[in-house]
């Protein structure tokens, strides 16, 4: 049964960093595409960041370009978002997501398969 797995979250200072990984298993995400999404208290899930596995072009959005990096660990069927100078508009429980087309989007519903997500918050 394909099944991801999200942890990493935590709460920190403004300013600080956390490194978000996402366990895939029962099928091989070297094949997928992956991505991260979040969604705010009151507000619509967004797209963070996604990776296509074709070629290991990485997409961020706007909001955390410079400071988010996307990687994938192909060995361990694993991956990660590293956060580095968050601020308090990155709180918000953050999703994985992989899609068995090898190309990344930043729509939702492209993704086949989405972790349970974990909480990110950012307050002083």
């Known amino acids: 049964q394909a099944q991801l797995v999200a942890s990493g979250g935590g709460s920190v200072q403004p300013g600080g960093s956390l490194k978000l990984s996402c366990q895939a298993s029962g099928f091989n995400l070297n094949y997928y595409a992956i991505g991260w999404f979040r969604q705010a208290p009151g507000k619509v899930r967004e797209d963070v960041s996604c990776?296509?596995?074709?070629?290991?072009?990485?997409y961020y959005a706007d909001s955390v370009k410079g400071r988010f990096t996307i990687s994938r660990e192909n060995a361990k069927n694993t991956l990660f978002l590293q956060m580095n100078s968050l601020k308090p508009e990155d709180t918000g429980v953050y999703y994985c997501?992989?899609?068995?087309?090898?190309?990344?989007?930043?729509?939702?519903?492209?993704?086949?398969?989405w972790g349970q997500g974990t909480q990110v918050t950012v307050s002083s």
């Open positions: 990776i296509s596995s074709a070629n290991d072009k990485a």
């Open positions: 997501a992989a899609r068995r087309i090898k190309w990344a989007t930043t729509l939702l519903n492209d993704y086949d398969y």
